[in-house]
């Protein structure tokens, strides 16, 4: 299993929980729970993402979710295989996708 740099990690962790948080729960509810109320992506390796999600309740469970693609191991693959992997989410729940730039 690849794993990336410390700073890289968490560079990718921010933006996501800054900028994608709705793209987080589309993830969670799409391949962990549908009911998930709240997801945050809490890391990430060659293998997948790894979200804490908030079912009903306010239970967090943590769930891992692989690669689209499966496993990678360079940093620019990343990107690709989030967006992937928010393209499959919205697949699975019937919405449509936004362009990406």
Known sequence: MTTFAPDIVAAILHHMNDDHRDDNLLIARAFVDPAAEASTMVGLDGDGGTWDV?????????????????????????RREIVALYDAACAV????PRPHA
């Open 93 to 96: 729940l019937g919405l449509d």
């Open 54 to 78: 908030t079912l009903a309740g306010g239970e967090v469970s943590r769930a891992s979710v692989a690669w689209p693609s499966g496993p990678i191991s360079e940093r620019p693959e990343v």
